[in-house]
């Protein structure tokens, strides 16, 4: 019990750096800040655009930062929103889906943060 309240805890403490306010794909292309409180994220318009390319979906649709929830020990991540997943398969990543989630890789999740700062983020879900 003492453990799983120590991990709760520090599960927590990664988690609160999590930006919680989703903006619109066709928002950040007219102007690339999320703006949460006293933080502003600014987001690489390029990375926006190459975004906006591939997707058939419209862009006011898209809520930017899309978050992974990643079970703790799990080597894999799930989106809840099916057009999260729908925009990660135009991009040409392979989504499952498993219980009304989006299931993807661990590594493949770690790869499109590294990649496209402040368009993807994680959470690990105890």
Do not use: C
């Amino acid at each position: 019990m003492v453990i799983e309240n120590i991990l709760r805890e520090e599960i927590l403490g990664i988690n609160r750096g999590i930006i919680k306010k989703r903006v619109s794909l066709k928002k950040l292309l007219e102007n690339p800040v999320i703006e949460e409180g006293n933080r502003k994220i600014k987001i690489e318009r390029e990375m926006l655009e190459d975004i906006a390319r591939v997707t058939s979906l419209p862009l006011s649709s898209i809520f930017i930062p899309i978050t992974f929830f990643i079970p703790s020990g799990s080597y894999e991540g799930y989106l809840m929103d099916s057009r999260d997943a729908r925009l990660l398969r135009d991009m040409g990543y392979e989504i499952y889906e498993r219980n009304d989630r989006f299931w993807i890789p661990k590594h493949k999740i770690r790869k499109l943060i590294a990649r496209y700062p402040g368009i993807f983020q994680s959470v690990i879900v105890p």
